[in-house]
């Protein structure tokens, strides 16, 4: 399987900065409609992903007023298993992409460059 093929490019994604405010992270996330999203640092390096769970346990603990306080980095979970590199086998792809909506690629750079969802995966199949 080409990757390339089912890859939903960067650029055409809703992601967050590590360096971005909790409070304005957490009104990008609600506006896209999305449970979680990628993060990444400023060189663009993929550090791992945030979910509407982890916003409401910081909403929780601290306050929706002390968000202010906080960066995403502080909350970003580093996905290991839920990120694969652009040369990842397509078995590979087929058994990390069961237990997720998607999963992160990077390069060799460990740069984010898109991700793979289920769906794009599910429709390549039936292909």
Sequence with gaps: MNIFSILVPKQMLTYLNANDGLDSAVEFLINSGYSAVPVIDDTGAYIG???EGDFLRVV???GRDNLKKYRVADIVKND???CVLNTVSKADV???ILDRNFLSVVDDRKCFIGIITRKSVIIELNK
């Design 49 to 51: 992903i945030v979910s």
């Design 60 to 62: 929780m603990e601290e």
């Design 80 to 82: 290991v298993e839920g």
């Design 94 to 96: 087929y058994e990390k």
